[in-house]
C-alpha cells in the first residue's frame, strides 16, 4: 500500500499538511465522510498524516481512524509518535495491522513496538512470518537504546572472491533485497564483515573487477551492543552511509542505515531541548492535562525549594532594602540578566557536550572563553546601567553599586552555566536534565548577594 503510495506520487510534489487541508479533514471526519477523508489523505506522505494525528483531539484522532483506519501502512504507523502510536494501533482493525507490518524492514517493526504493551508485542509479532518474526525478536534481546534495536537485520552480503559481474547477477536475482541500501558488505567464511562496496562502485566498475578492489575507507563496524548515541555521533562525525553491526564474535548480525542514525540525533536533541525546558523528555501536544502536569509539576515544585534560597539570601538584607527603597526596584534587573547570560552560557555548553566538541582536553580553554566573554559583557551592561542607574534615581553610588553587582553576577553566569553541565557530565549524569534549575539558581542567589552586599557596604 505504502509502495502503491510512493508510485503514484513519484513525479509530483507531495501537498503539505496545511491548516486550511486540517479543516477539511476535520469537517469530512464530523460528517462521516469516508470517500471524502480518504480523498484528502491519500496525496498525503505518512509522515504528514502522522502529523495530522498528533495534532488533532483525541476525540478527533478516534474519529479520523474509524473512517481511515482500513487505509492505514506501515510507513504511517513508523511515523506516529511514541506518545499516541499504542493508541492509533489499538484503535487499527487486526488485520490492517498485520498488512501494514509485513511491508516493514526489521528496523521499523522493532522500533514500532518496542515501546508497546506486551499483548499488544504479540499481536503484531504473530503478523509477521516465521523468518521475520525471529529477526525482530532477535533484536529486542539486544539492551534497549543500543544499537541491537536500531538495525536491520536485511542485510545485503558477497564473499570476498566474487566479482562486480557476480554481485550484479545476485542483486538481479533475489527479490528479498530491502528496500533502500547503500552497500555490498563482504564477509569471510566466518561471517565476519571485512569491507563493504557502495553500489555505485559497483555499477561503475568493468564486470571483471573484484569486489575486493573497490571497497570503501569509511568501513566499520558497530557492536550490536554500542549506544545508539555513540552510533548517531559515529555516523555524524564520519560521514558514514551505512554501517554493518557485529555481535561479540563479530559475526555481521545488522545493518544501520544514515536515515536512522539522524533520526536518533534527531530524538537526543529534541530530549536535550525539553530536559533543560525542565518539561520531561517525553513531553507532547497530544499530551493530556494530567500528562503534562505530571511531567512538569515536578520541576516546578524543585524550582520552588531552589527559589527559597533566594528568598532567604534576600530577607538577610531587610534593614538594607528598607533604607533605600529604590534597590528593591533594581533587584530583577541583576536577576534577570544573570539568569539570561547563564541560559546563553549553558545552551552552548550542553549542545558542545552532545556533540563531543567539549571534553576534558579543552575544557580548561572554553571555561577561560566564557569567563573572558562574561567579563566584557559585565563591564559592558555596568556601563549602561550604572549611569542609567545613577541618572535615573539621582544617586551616583547606587549606580557604582549596580555597575559592579552586574560585573559579579554575569561573570557568575558565564562560569555556572559551563561548569554546571561539566560536573554533571563527569558525575556520570544528563548535563541537561538539571542543568537549568542549578543555573538559575546560582545566579539569582549571587546576584541578589552582589548587589546587596554591595549596596550594605557602600551605602548603608
Given at each position: 500500500m505504502a509502495q502503491?503510495?510512493?508510485?503514484?506520487?513519484?513525479?509530483?510534489?507531495?501537498?503539505?499538511?496545511?491548516?486550511?487541508?486540517?479543516?477539511?479533514?476535520?469537517?469530512?471526519?464530523?460528517?462521516?465522510?469516508?470517500?471524502?477523508?480518504?480523498?484528502?489523505?491519500?496525496?498525503?506522505?505518512?509522515?504528514?498524516?502522522?502529523?495530522?494525528?498528533?495534532?488533532?483531539t483525541t476525540a478527533e484522532r478516534r474519529e479520523i481512524l474509524r473512517l481511515y483506519g482500513r487505509e492505514m501502512d506501515g510507513?504511517?504507523?513508523?511515523?506516529?509518535?511514541?506518545?499516541?502510536?499504542?493508541?492509533?494501533?489499538?484503535?487499527i482493525p487486526a488485520d490492517v495491522l498485520a498488512e501494514a507490518v509485513r511491508e516493514l524492514d526489521s528496523d521499523d517493526v522493532v522500533d514500532l513496538i518496542e515501546d508497546l504493551e506486551e499483548v499488544q508485542q504479540e499481536a503484531i509479532l504473530e503478523a509477521l512470518d516465521e523468518t521475520d518474526r525471529a529477526a525482530v525478536e532477535q533484536s529486542l534481546t539486544w539492551p534497549e537504546n543500543s544499537a541491537g534495536r536500531l538495525m536491520q537485520r536485511e542485510v545485503v552480503v558477497a564473499p570476498l572472491h566474487w566479482t562486480v559481474a557476480e554481485a550484479i547477477?545476485?542483486?538481479?536475482?533475489?527479490?528479498?533485497?530491502?528496500?533502500?541500501?547503500?552497500?555490498?558488505?563482504?564477509?569471510?567464511?566466518?561471517?565476519?564483515?571485512?569491507?563493504?562496496?557502495?553500489?555505485?562502485?559497483?555499477?561503475?566498475?568493468?564486470?571483471?573487477?573484484?569486489?575486493?578492489?573497490?571497497?570503501?575507507?569509511s568501513f566499520r563496524t558497530i557492536s550490536a551492543r554500542q549506544e545508539e548515541g555513540d552510533v548517531a555521533y559515529a555516523f555524524n562525525q564520519y560521514h558514514l552511509i551505512s554501517a554493518p553491526v557485529v555481535d561479540d564474535d563479530g559475526r555481521l548480525v545488522g545493518v544501520i542505515t544514515i536515515d536512522d542514525a539522524m533520526n536518533v540525533l534527531d530524538e537526543e536533541h529534541e530530549e536535550d531541548i525539553l530536559r533543560l525546558a525542565g518539561v520531561g523528555e517525553e513531553s507532547s501536544i497530544s499530551d493530556s492535562?494530567?500528562?503534562?502536569?505530571?511531567?512538569?509539576?515536578?520541576?516546578?515544585?524543585?524550582?520552588?525549594?531552589?527559589?527559597?534560597?533566594?528568598?532567604?539570601?534576600?530577607?538577610?538584607?531587610?534593614?538594607?532594602?528598607?533604607?533605600?527603597?529604590?534597590?528593591?526596584?533594581?533587584?530583577?534587573i541583576v536577576a534577570s540578566t544573570g539568569g539570561?547570560?547563564?541560559?546563553?552560557?549553558?545552551?552552548?555548553?550542553?549542545?558542545?557536550?552532545?556533540?563531543?566538541?567539549?571534553?576534558?582536553?579543552?575544557?580548561?580553554?572554553?571555561?577561560?572563553?566564557?569567563?573572558?566573554?562574561?567579563?566584557?559583557?559585565?563591564?559592558?551592561?555596568?556601563?549602561?546601567?550604572?549611569?542609567?542607574?545613577?541618572?535615573?534615581?539621582?544617586?551616583?553610588?547606587?549606580?557604582?553599586?549596580?555597575?559592579?553587582?552586574?560585573?559579579v553576577?554575569?561573570?557568575?553566569?558565564?562560569?555556572?552555566?559551563?561548569?554546571?553541565?561539566?560536573?554533571?557530565?563527569?558525575?556520570?549524569?544528563?548535563?541537561a536534565l538539571a542543568s537549568g534549575t542549578f543555573v538559575t539558581t546560582l545566579t539569582d542567589v549571587m546576584g541578589f548577594f552582589a548587589f546587596l552586599g554591595l549596596a550594605s557596604w557602600v551605602l548603608i
Open positions: 502503491e503510495r510512493a508510485e503514484e506520487h513519484e513525479a509530483e510534489d507531495l501537498p503539505a499538511l496545511t491548516e486550511d487541508l486540517v479543516e477539511s479533514v476535520l469537517t469530512a471526519t464530523e460528517a462521516g465522510d469516508a470517500a471524502l477523508l480518504a480523498e484528502l489523505l491519500e496525496p498525503l506522505h505518512g509522515a504528514d498524516i502522522a502529523d495530522l494525528l498528533e495534532q488533532v510507513e504511517i504507523l513508523t511515523e506516529i509518535d511514541e506518545s499516541i502510536r499504542e493508541e492509533v494501533i489499538e484503535q547477477g545476485f542483486l538481479q536475482r533475489e527479490d528479498w533485497l530491502p528496500d533502500q541500501f547503500y552497500h555490498v558488505i563482504l564477509v569471510d567464511p566466518a561471517h565476519h564483515p571485512v569491507g563493504y562496496v557502495t553500489l555505485g562502485k559497483i555499477l561503475s566498475s568493468k564486470p571483471e573487477t573484484a569486489l575486493t578492489a573497490i571497497t570503501e575507507d492535562v494530567l500528562e503534562t502536569v505530571r511531567q512538569r509539576l515536578p520541576w516546578l515544585v524543585a524550582n520552588l525549594f531552589t527559589a527559597s534560597l533566594s528568598a532567604i539570601v534576600i530577607s538577610q538584607f531587610q534593614a538594607t532594602i528598607s533604607a533605600l527603597v529604590a534597590l528593591a526596584a533594581l533587584m530583577p539570561i547570560a547563564g541560559t546563553q552560557s549553558l545552551a552552548v555548553a550542553v549542545r558542545a557536550l552532545a556533540t563531543r566538541d567539549l571534553t576534558a582536553s579543552n575544557a580548561r580553554r572554553v571555561v577561560l572563553r566564557e569567563i573572558g566573554a562574561g567579563l566584557v559583557n559585565g563591564l559592558s551592561l555596568a556601563l549602561l546601567l550604572g549611569v542609567a542607574g545613577g541618572l535615573i534615581f539621582g544617586h551616583v553610588e547606587l549606580g557604582v553599586v549596580l555597575g559592579l553587582a552586574m560585573i553576577n554575569q561573570l557568575v553566569a558565564a562560569l555556572g552555566g559551563v561548569m554546571v553541565p561539566l560536573t554533571l557530565e563527569r558525575l556520570g549524569l544528563d548535563p
